[in-house]
């Protein structure tokens, strides 16, 4: 037996998105964000409201970083999607984090969170408010790699945004290998 809930945002895991950007006087704005994914290998796609302070500055800049709410930084990821840039101006401060300039893309990285997407301004559609960018880098903190050098998501420990019970969860263990486990069933 099922229950049907209607059409609603259910989707797990549903990842938690820190974009930042600056505005014309250089100054560093960020957001949380939940609703967003992958959309090409290359591409990020957001759904943005065009009057938050955020999506004023990619418009104008054309450019935005996405970095990876984690474990470490709940508090402050949860603060900067509570407020916005157009009445608390230093909302980074506020929250204690601080940026550097990224060196790819004119957009700041913050650098409490370890992993961030560099991203190029391709398009944005106000009426569906959907951002779409192009990922120009990845840039991650060595205290987050493993031994060979690739992003380990146990030291990332990214969260995730429970869009029925309104709460920010942790990842889990490993419990499968990608593109190898199922391959028994492919034999005849």
């Not at 992003?151 to 990608?178: R, T």
Request: net charge negative.
């Amino acid at each position: 037996m099922r229950k049907n809930f209607g059409a609603k945002p259910f989707v797990y895991p549903q990842p938690v998105f820190i974009i930042a950007s600056y505005d014309e006087d250089g100054v560093a704005d960020a957001m949380n964000a939940a609703w967003g994914c992958i959309a090409d290998y290359k591409k990020i796609a957001l759904y943005l409201a065009s009057n938050h302070k955020t999506m004023k500055n990619i418009l104008s800049q054309k450019a935005f970083t996405v970095s990876i709410a984690d474990v470490s930084h709940v508090v402050e990821a949860d603060y900067v999607g509570l407020v916005s840039g157009n009445d608390v101006p230093d909302k980074l401060t506020k929250a204690n984090l601080h940026t550097m300039k990224s060196e790819v893309v004119n957009a700041p990285i913050i650098e409490e969170f370890p992993m961030t997407l560099e991203c190029q301004f391709i398009s944005y559609d106000p009426d569906s408010e959907l951002l779409i960018g192009e990922i120009v880098n990845v840039c991650a903190d060595e205290r987050i790699l493993n031994e060979k050098g690739q992003i380990d998501p146990m030291k990332l420990q990214p969260i995730i945004f429970d869009p029925v019970h309104n709460d920010y969860l942790s990842i889990g263990e490993k419990v499968g290998n990608a593109f190898q486990d199922g391959l028994h069933l492919k034999k005849p």
